[in-house]
């Protein structure tokens, strides 16, 4: 199965936008109406990681939330992570835009290439999205990330 192949079938078919921001790297703009109607927007990022499962590859997903402070509700975060089905949330080394390192929190997944469908990516990144969407809004005041 190749990415970008089906990024492009998914995101022609749900009305996302799609970028390739470096080769092989993609981020998709996953749109979630909301119960007002108004649409509210989630990057998730996508890429193949060679030998990542088992010696075999797979595809990663991820959708970065904000920075970790030790003033977040870890306890209440992770009760909410319940609603995960394909992700997780984690807690990962990383950079603020200006290069300072930091530690942020992500909502991933892991996709083996040999054990996944077109279908099942449609959930991963919906199950991101919606869940990354939900972390930005009450744990760090919204799309700021």
Same mark, same amino acid.
């Given at each position: 199965?190749?990415?970008?192949?089906?990024?492009?079938?998914?995101?022609?078919?749900?009305?996302?936008?799609?970028?390739?921001?470096?080769?092989?790297?993609?981020?998709?703009?996953?749109?979630?109406?909301?119960?007002?109607g108004?649409?509210?927007?989630?990057?998730v990022?996508?890429?193949?990681? !060679?030998?990542?499962?088992?010696?075999?590859?797979?595809?990663?997903? *991820?959708?970065?939330?904000?920075?970790?402070?030790? *003033?977040?509700?870890?306890?209440?975060?992770? !009760?909410?992570?319940?609603?995960?089905?394909?992700?997780?949330?984690?807690?990962?080394?990383?950079?603020k835009?200006?290069?300072?390192?930091?530690?942020?929190?992500?909502?991933?997944?892991?996709?083996?290439?040999?054990?996944?469908?077109?279908?099942?990516?449609?959930?991963?990144?919906?199950?991101?999205?919606?869940?990354?969407?939900?972390?930005? !809004?009450?744990?760090?005041?919204?799309?700021?990330?």
């Amino acid at each position: 199965m190749d990415l970008k192949t089906v990024l492009t079938t998914i995101c022609d078919r749900w009305k996302y936008k799609l970028d390739e921001t470096s080769p092989g790297v993609f981020r998709l703009d996953v749109a979630m109406k909301q119960t007002d109607g108004s649409l509210r927007y989630q990057y998730v990022y996508a890429w193949l990681i !060679k030998e990542r499962y088992q010696g075999k590859d797979a595809f990663y997903f *991820n959708s970065r939330c904000g920075v970790y402070t030790p *003033n977040i509700n870890l306890y209440q975060m992770l !009760k909410e992570s319940s609603y995960c089905t394909y992700c997780s949330v984690i807690i990962t080394n990383d950079k603020k835009l200006d290069g300072t390192p930091c530690e942020s929190i992500v909502v991933h997944a892991i996709q083996p290439v040999e054990l996944t469908s077109e279908a099942i990516l449609t959930e991963v990144i919906w199950d991101i999205a919606t869940n990354a969407d939900v972390i930005e !809004k009450n744990y760090f005041g919204g799309d700021n990330n």
